[in-house]
């Protein structure tokens, strides 16, 4: 190939290109290489290319680590990557490619195409670092979610022993107010901490294990524990399920209509009613539960359903975890859940979930 020829070719490629004879000199650089290295042509051609990196302002590849004489013996192509620092001390990296360059069939030399993948291999490198923060990150979440579970909860748990006890023998009404509001708020604690652990768990898994259950039954249960609350407060639970529902569900499921029930009682004015229903959608059942509580503001309606997002609504108090684990449950079964305003006044949650998991 003659030199304009192989010039004009060199000068089309973008990245940097180098071609080297057996004797080791330099036939050719393209613009690019120029550019890059602030050279001029009359710098470079016919110069030994071990010594090029004197006159370049960022040390050369070639000069550092020629692949000459492994390309000419092996007839192969090689590929390399190398990190270099130019002289103001900044780190460049390097892919090189060097391929073995013919002419009338033989191998008169070798042409490297070097290309600056520093920008590439810091993004590499960044994405590393990131990872292993990750898994620290994940370790660290696993060991406070295990200490959650086992640790602080069986602490709590004694304190809420210790205030039983106490209890049964004190004979000062005083002390035992005092002892019964220590006991409420303990038993808030041991709410708080089983739901942590428990958020922190489903957050942790993108699947669930599921098997048919009846969701009529489900309800009756829940509904069964949440009588003695909706007494304390003269509610009544309306539930209008009468007959077997059947899907495919996880047992979480039910904790979806403990939350949405018990809320539904703590934010409804006294001697209210709480309906629950379950209404068939083809392939879907739309669940809801009526409240005739305050309301929710448009504004806040998404936001309750984030972790430590809470409205508040009088004197009633909560974890800020309730509903965030409830869309998490719901998302594991591929459903979603949100509410509305209720027309009689308060709120109604639904909960749509599918008949059959794919």
Known sequence: MKFKDLK???DSIGDMVIVVGKDRRIIAVNEAMLRKCGL???DVVGKECHRISRCLKIPCPSGV????REVLTSGRVKRMVHTHYTRDGRKMVVEITASPLKENGETVGIIEIIRDVTAAYSLQEN???SLERFKKTVKIKELFTDILTHDLINVANIVLLQCETILDREKCEDTR???KRLKRNVERLVVMIENAARYARLQSIDSLDFRRMDLHEVLKNVVSTLEESARERNITIDLRVHEPVLAMVNPNIESVFYNLISNAIKFSPRGERVVVDILDEGEE????????GPGIPDEEKERIFERFKRVEKGAVKGTGLGLAIVKRIVELHGGRVWVEDNPGGGSIFYVRIPKEQR
């Open 177 to 179: 107010e005092d002892l």
């Open 127 to 129: 994405l590393k670092a």
């Open 8 to 10: 004009e070719f060199i």
């Open 40 to 42: 001029k042509e009359a």
């Open 285 to 292: 059942y739309l669940i809801l539960v009526k409240d005739r």
């Open 65 to 68: 680590a020629c692949p000459l």
